[in-house]
């Protein structure tokens, strides 16, 4: 199975089938706005603003299952981000990204690219303190916490897989090569 044969829900509760995409650059990240992570927001904007027009989509899922750090309805999540950081890329409805309720897409997803890449030892210890705080990471290829971005090219295919810690703005190079 492929992405391009999932839906996935609209944050007004409407199905959105992931083949609209094809032919588009990907960011898939699992949000949250109540995390240390969440200024990351700023980063994926700017991406975002940067590379829309050539062809890259940005799927913001936000996820509560880490921390209990995406409170509130889908509406006011969205709420928040478009007021604090000028969102204007699409936001779906609430998800799970582990577990026996996980979203579909983030299980192709994980199995495409089971590892996050994670460079530099402030960020290697972060991801170590955050692993101990999830509960829903049990397996191999689990999503360890908010913010775990992945970058899928325009046939829908895993390119890489990037940790909660990797900021979106050092995205920018392997964006414009897949654009």
């Known amino acids: 199975m ?81 007021m604090k950081y000028n969102t204007t890329f699409d936001q779906f409805s609430k998800v799970d990204v582990n577990g026996e309720n996980e979203e579909p897409l983030f299980t192709i997803l994980k199995e495409q690219a089971k590892n996050d890449e994670i460079s530099g030892l402030k960020a290697k210890m972060a991801m170590k303190a955050v692993e101990k705080l999830s509960k829903t990471t049990k397996k191999p290829g689990d999503i360890k916490w908010n913010f ?18 990797f900021e979106p703005e050092k995205m920018d190079e392997d964006i414009a090569n897949l654009l």
């Open 2 to 82: 492929k992405i391009y044969d999932l839906k996935v829900k609209k944050r007004n509760g409407e199905e959105f089938s992931l083949s609209e995409l094809k032919d588009k650059v990907l960011v898939i990240v699992n949000t949250a706005t109540g995390c240390g992570f969440t200024p990351q927001y700023k980063g994926l904007e700017e991406l975002y603003q940067k590379y829309h027009e050539k062809g890259l989509e940005i799927l913001d899922f936000p996820c509560d299952q880490f921390g209990h750090q995406a409170p509130g309805s889908d509406d006011e999540i969205h709420e928040f981000c478009t």
């Open 148 to 165: 775990t971005k992945f970058l899928v090219d325009k046939e829908g295919n895993v390119v890489k897989r990037y940790s909660p810690t």
